[in-house]
């Protein structure tokens, strides 16, 4: 039997951890967090229970993901739900809900983003400095990016422009 898609938005519970197999091919592992919110009887909102749910990916999936996630992101993963059983160290049987995903994206709800396609030429982003839009077709890596390390002068305690 076919196992249906299933679709879960919530944020990155921990950093992404890598694991390579072999030259191409690896799996990245983190942990989603979703909860949601409610209005109750009273009109107060309130908080859902949290759902804890690990995710792996593999491939150039978990390549992408590994450079792309951070703990606390808000992204949409989209995948299949798996199951894992074992016995604890007291032999105890234990089993975990996994999602192997097929689809990683940041939630644009929450982020403004940029892509990079591999064969593409990637300059480091430097603090200060905004590439010519007319001339420089290049995309810019921004994961070594530091807003607290670029804030300087008068503009420092100003509000980000977007």
Not at 85 to 105: F, L, T, Y
Not at 114 to 143: F, Y
Request: glycine share 8%; net charge negative; aromatic share 8%.
């Amino acid at each position: 039997m076919r196992t249906p898609p299933v679709t879960l938005i919530g944020n990155l519970g921990t950093d992404p951890v890598y694991h390579q197999f072999s030259a191409d091919n690896g799996v990245c592992k983190f942990r989603l967090c979703s909860n949601y919110s409610y209005k109750d009887a009273n009109g107060n909102w309130s908080e859902g229970n949290n759902l804890f749910i690990s995710v792996d990916c593999f491939g150039k999936l978990a390549e992408n993901a590994r450079r792309s996630l951070v703990k606390g992101m808000s992204v949409i993963v989209s995948g299949k739900l798996t199951s894992s059983e074992w016995k604890d160290a007291e032999g105890n049987s234990r089993s975990q809900i996994i999602v192997k995903a097929e689809h990683i994206g940041a939630d644009l709800a929450r982020y403004l983003t940029n892509s990079v396609c591999p064969g593409q030429t990637v300059k480091e982003a430097v603090p200060g400095e905004t590439p010519a839009a007319d001339t420089d077709r290049s995309w810019v890596d921004t994961s070594s990016y530091r807003p607290d390390e670029a804030a300087s002068g008068e503009d420092s305690d100003t509000t980000p422009p977007f």
